[in-house]
């Protein structure tokens, strides 16, 4: 809330947006030898201003490029080096999805571990087509700690490698605040995964510890412009993890030294469950984005359910540290069709009408109590 007596909820989309159907084509096109990356690029540059315009026309205060250039959430700084530096075999960490399909994780096969690519370029190239403020989201260092989860290559020990890693990792996201960016979410999803591979919580425990060796290198302030996204992991519809009880993530994840928090909310079965156990372990520099639109579901959500689901947040979260998202992206790899482009930008707009709607109704009941 501002020094005004104006309520405002910040509202944030998580980052993915649906590829419009000429890029999937195109996409198609370039992987089997039909088309050069030189035309790709071309379909990339429109994919980009076209969804930019199209966040824009919702009302988004804060976007992202929708992540139409990004192979995947995951992988993005290595993809480029996949066929030079990384093999897949059966031992590969992979997630796997309630509906039978996997999305697996290469292994380095030579070192150094390095990134190919840096999320900072996407926020060169959405400058081109906004002047609104830019989110971007970046991997976890512990979903990449998992192409080398052993020393297997001679002379590169796992602990070398943690340091290149780490480095690397800090380089992503400084490069983001040195660009300008508005905020940098960092995407989590193995977080729930985690205890469905170790039921003890021990490789959360120590996920979060490898991401926050990088979170120390910022600065308090900095943090305050870094978050991090987790939910059960949505991806052609069908979750990763939606089995595991999130109370049992939620304690460990507040202990990442971050300002934002992203939370999966809207698909929850018990919301207020999950509502108090939040209000118990956030602190007071927190702010806590709820979801309130699932990206799973094919229905397109109310504005009306929308608000209702916001209220209902404010009853546990304090309205000055309370924001709404989305509980996943909407494309978060880029051969999921899933979700209808047009499907996810009328979600969008119902987040943004019900968050509107809350505000007012909130700010209603403060001017009943003065």
């Known amino acids: ?145 998992m192409v080398y989860p052993v020393a297997t290559i001679k002379g590169y020990s796992h602990d070398q490698f943690l340091t290149d890693l780490i480095n690397e990792s800090e380089k992503d996201i400084r490069l983001c605040l040195e660009k300008g960016a508005h905020c940098i979410q960092i995407d989590f999803t193995e977080a729930r995964f985690s205890l469905k591979v170790d039921p003890t919580g021990q490789l959360l425990r120590d996920f979060v510890r490898l991401n926050n060796q990088v979170l120390e290198r910022f600065m308090f302030s900095e943090q305050h412009r870094l978050g991090v996204h987790v939910c059960p992991g949505g991806d052609q519809d069908s979750y990763h993890s939606y089995d595991i009880d999130y109370l049992k993530v939620l304690p460990t994840l507040f202990e990442l030294h971050v300002g934002n928090f992203y939370l999966q909310l809207a698909s929850e079965s018990n919301r207020q469950r999950v509502l108090s156990c939040i209000r118990e372990y956030m602190q007071p520099w927190h702010r806590i984005f709820v979801g309130v639109i699932n990206p799973v ?70 001017r009943t109590k003065i």
Do not use: W
């Open 1 to 145: 809330m501002e020094n005004t007596d104006r309520i405002i909820i910040p509202s944030e989309l998580i980052g993915s947006v649906p590829r419009p159907d000429e890029l999937i084509a195109a996409l198609r096109s370039y992987r089997y030898g039909r088309m050069g990356r030189e035309r790709l690029n071309d379909f990339y540059t429109r994919a980009v201003q076209t969804t930019i315009e199209e966040l824009e026309a919702t009302g988004s205060k804060v976007i992202s490029d929708g992540e139409q250039t990004k192979p995947s959430f995951l992988i993005y700084p290595i993809f480029d080096l996949v066929d030079e530096s990384y093999s897949f075999s059966t031992d590969c960490f992979s997630l796997k999805f309630a509906d039978g399909h996997q999305r697996a994780l290469p292994r380095l096969v030579k070192a150094p571990f390095r990134y190919a690519k840096y999320a900072h370029t996407y926020i060169d190239t959405a400058k081109n087509f906004t002047g609104l403020p830019i989110k971007q989201a970046v991997i976890s260092p512990s979903a990449l700690s």
């Open 297 to 366: 579901d094919p229905r397109v959500e109310t504005a009306e359910e929308v608000c209702e689901r916001v209220l209902e947040a404010a009853k546990y979260i304090p309205i000055e540290q309370l924001g709404t998202t989305d509980d996943c992206g909407f494309s978060p790899f880029d051969d999921d069709q899933s979700t209808p482009r047009q499907i996810a930008f009328d979600k969008i707009r119902a987040r943004l009408e019900g968050t509107r709607m809350a505000e007012e109704q909130l700010m209603a009941r403060k």
